[in-house]
């Protein structure tokens, strides 16, 4: 019985100080960077479904321009029938094809709401207003989203490559692998803006 107890108590101490050695850090690290991932996958999905509400919306202007909507529809159509495979976050060139798809449809809807401040009567229109306004929180989350994701893959990437991470990697986790990065230019990911008038000059 002593013995017994002996062991348990060496176990608990050995778990301990490897506790304290991050011995858990890469499982900790991949969990919060695949759930930043998520985050990021529900805000664009979230964006998404609202465009059709906002095309619709736009296209009832009169002489409202073709090729925007089109350029719009034919963006979230790529996002949405581009599948996402399983290993996207290991995979760099699945990521960056995710990120080009993303980027074209945020370009879309940019242009989209400057073409708007040609017409008076969408600006008043309060189901455009909404839409508008729900678009552009969304493009805030998913700004906020994408940072996270990007901190949380950094930390990540970072415990693989040093140590001790890279000795745990070698002993524990030997199917770790380094995650690719969210990058995406700063020109596209910009948040769309459209001033209603008023904006004054100072």
Do not use: H
Not at 111 to 119: A, D, G, H, I, T
Not at 127 to 150: C, K, M, P, W
Not at 185 to 201: L, S, W, Y
Request: hydrophobic share 45%; aromatic share 6%.
């Amino acid at each position: 019985m002593t013995l017994r107890r002996l062991a348990a108590l060496m176990l608990i101490a050995v778990a301990a100080v490897l506790s304290g050695c991050g011995v858990n850090a890469i499982p900790s690290y991949e969990e919060q960077a695949k759930a930043s991932w998520a985050q990021v996958l529900n805000q664009y999905q979230r964006r998404a479904d609202l465009i059709p509400n906002l095309v619709e919306t736009v296209k009832g202007a009169a002489n409202f321009e073709r090729s925007t909507l089109e350029a719009v529809v034919n963006a979230r159509a790529k996002v949405t029938q581009t599948p996402i495979p399983p290993d996207i976050l290991t995979n760099p060139e699945a990521m960056q094809q995710f990120q080009e798809n993303q980027g074209a449809l945020t370009a879309a809807l940019s242009r989209l709401m400057v073409v708007v401040e040609r017409y008076p009567d969408l600006k008043a229109n309060q189901t455009y207003l909404t839409l508008q306004a729900q678009l552009e929180g969304t493009e805030n989350r998913i700004s906020v989203a994408r940072r996270d994701f990007i901190d949380a893959v950094r930390l990540y990437n970072t415990e693989l490559k040093t140590i001790p991470g890279r000795w745990w990697a070698a002993l524990l986790y030997p199917d770790a692998k380094e995650m690719a990065q969210f990058q995406v230019e700063a020109t596209v990911t910009e948040v769309p803006k459209v001033d209603f008038g008023t904006t004054t000059n100072q």
